[in-house]
T-cell receptor
Framework: NAGVTQTPKFQVLKTGQSMTLQCAQDMNHEYMSWYRQDPGMGLRLIHY???????DQGEVPNGYNVSRSTTEDFPLRLLSAAPSQTSVYFCASRTQGINQPQHFGDGTRLSIL | QQPVQSPQAVILREGEDAVINCSSSKALYSVHWYRQKHGEAPVFLMI?????EQKGHDKISASFNEKKQQSSLYLTASQLSYSGTYFC????????????FGTGTKLQVIP
């Protein structure tokens, strides 16, 4: 049971390049979320999904796109990378119901030059 | 809106106690607590639901005051392994189960 798998673990991009951060979970969880973590800012919600075909914006959605074509996968796309998007990105999933925790992936460390 | 955590940072000696607070301006459905070690993913500690319950395991416990929309995490007789950054995450009523995290409290336990 792999849990939440994020790829790649590290990436360096140039300004203006595009990229997709991958997130997959094998727990059949309905809810999936993307967060970015910056020093002093905590974990900020970018986008989230409550099921296949359903996504919504979080606190900091600008510059990012998501889609959810399957229950397992929730990719995050940067269409034109900017230095302000340098961050650590975490994907998380949880199942329906009360008392259910978020399960986090190991993170993707992204640097944009 | 991110919940507000306090303090931002705290240094303890082994065996001392600490309290970390989390507050929201919105009506909360639940509060989550996580701990993150440097370079690692956040790890789940506990969830508290509205109803004012208190939970705990080992020497870490938490309470939730739904009238004040506040939660507190209590670390008793701290150990070196408690070092890390603690985050509260909140679900608001009608928020479709999305979890919004605070800015974190960095806890360092020294010998």
């Amino acid at each position: 049971n792999a849990g939440v798998t994020q790829t790649p673990k590290f990436q360096v991009l140039k300004t203006g390049q595009s990229m997709t951060l991958q997130c997959a979970q094998d727990m059949n969880h309905e809810y999936m979320s993307w967060y970015r973590q910056d020093p002093g800012m905590g974990l900020r919600l970018i986008h989230y999904s409550v099921g296949a075909g359903i996504t919504d914006q979080g606190e900091v959605p600008n510059g990012y796109n998501v889609s959810r074509s399957t229950t397992e996968d929730f990719p995050l796309r940067l269409l034109s990378a900017a230095p302000s998007q340098t961050s650590v990105y975490f994907c998380a999933s949880r199942t329906q119901g009360i008392n259910q925790p978020q399960h986090f992936g190991d993170g993707t460390r992204l640097s944009i030059l | 809106q991110q919940p507000v955590q306090s303090p931002q940072a705290v240094i303890l000696r082994e065996g001392e106690d600490a309290v970390i607070n989390c507050s929201s301006s919105k009506a909360l459905y639940s509060v989550h607590w996580y701990r993150q070690k440097h370079g690692e993913a956040p790890v789940f500690l506990m969830i508290l639901l509205k109803g004012g319950e208190q939970k705990g395991h080992d020497k870490i416990s938490a309470s939730f005051n739904e009238k004040k929309q506040q939660s507190s995490l209590y670390l008793t007789a701290s150990q070196l392994s408690y070092s890390g950054t603690y985050f509260c995450g909140t679900e608001i009523a009608g928020g479709y189960q999305k979890v919004t995290f605070g800015t974190g409290t960095k806890l360092q336990v020294i010998p």
